[in-house]
């Protein structure tokens, strides 16, 4: 899908045709689109077909007038068994006329700026317009750790009641989920630390302000998401130790069942052949030995605490 926006009146509004200073927006382009950007714009193909991998790392490139910046931005899908966390390549290309940006499917952080939801944006300051995307992206990262942090909350007063392997496999989708964050913003970070320095984008004093903001906060989200992460791995190990344990209550439990079933087995068995001269051949003796043997055992168990 390919679209066109301007900003009119401190408002992101859509175009129907491509003027000078606008922003254009590509989502899962289709070949012919691809094909019309790159040459009615006489943008570098390579720049605006990287995003399409989603393989792509967080990085940033520059060649001639035209700069490349490659952001990891997060999104959120809902599966039958719960909201999966992920992070996909967003592509931002900055060129002298234009700036554009190419993602493989909708995002909500894009979504907000079409719209009409962020305010006071003017896509003719393109530098300070990729900032305000930046800042949008490291507070829609804050938002989904938050997320998982009540998700997990919630899974862990289900196991204290459940106890079982399904939330235990939730545990792990969203542990994978901040393992997927953390690499991405530590990448995204050195990639902004990049841009700080001024070399590749020029800076001025307000957008390295804003930019300086944006570090700080996918700072806070790594510290955020490593945070998470430890506390899931400890939460994960307890209750697999927990599981494990009342698994071996359960088999001491049964073990004894075991012993005690026994000793009346062995009786009737002994008292149940076919033979002569057995001691105290009479009905009621094999069930009171039975019964005396039985009891004993359960005394000399419950003496060890074996259950």
């Known amino acids: 899908m390919l679209t066109f926006h301007k900003t009119f009146e401190n408002k992101v509004c859509a175009l129907k045709e491509p003027e000078d200073g606008c922003w254009i927006n590509l989502v899962s382009p289709t070949e012919e689109e691809l094909e019309y950007v790159i040459n009615n714009f006489e943008v570098d193909a390579g720049f605006i077909r990287a995003a399409l991998d989603e393989e792509e790392t967080s990085r940033v490139e520059m060649e001639e007038e035209e700069t490349l910046l490659i952001i990891d931005i997060p999104s959120a899908e809902k599966e039958e068994s719960g909201v999966i966390f992920s992070t996909i390549p967003l592509g931002i290309v900055l060129t002298k006329d234009h700036l554009f940006t190419v993602c493989l499917k909708e995002t909500s952080v894009i979504q907000d700026f079409q719209n009409g939801l962020v305010r006071n944006v ?19 990262y804050l938002h989904y750790l938050r997320e998982i942090e009540k998700i997990s909350s919630h899974i862990e007063r ?10 235990l496999i939730l545990l792990l989708d969203l542990e994978k989920s901040l393992v997927y964050f953390s690499t991405s913003l530590k990448s995204t970070e050195v990639t902004l630390e990049k841009l700080l320095r001024g070399r590749i984008i020029k800076l001025y004093e307000d957008d390295q302000d804003l930019l300086e903001d944006v570090i700080i906060e996918f700072k806070q989200a790594i510290e955020m998401a490593e945070i998470y992460s430890s506390i ?3 939460m994960m190990d307890a209750f697999a130790s927990v599981i494990s344990n009342n698994l071996n209550i359960i088999m001491k439990v049964l073990t004894v069942l075991t012993i005690l079933l026994t000793i009346p087995n062995i009786v009737f068995s002994y008292y149940g052949m076919n033979v002569s001269g057995l001691p105290v051949a009479q009905w009621w003796f094999p ?7 039985t009891f004993a055992a359960w005394a000399i168990l419950k003496k060890k605490n074996m259950y």
């Open 232 to 234: 899931l791995s400890g």
């Open 158 to 167: 289900q196991l204290y009641k459940s106890l079982k392997n399904k939330e």
């Open 122 to 140: 003017q896509t003719s300051l393109k530098t300070r317009f990729i900032f305000t995307i930046l800042l949008r992206i490291a507070s829609r």
């Open 287 to 293: 069930i009171c030995l039975a019964a005396v043997v």
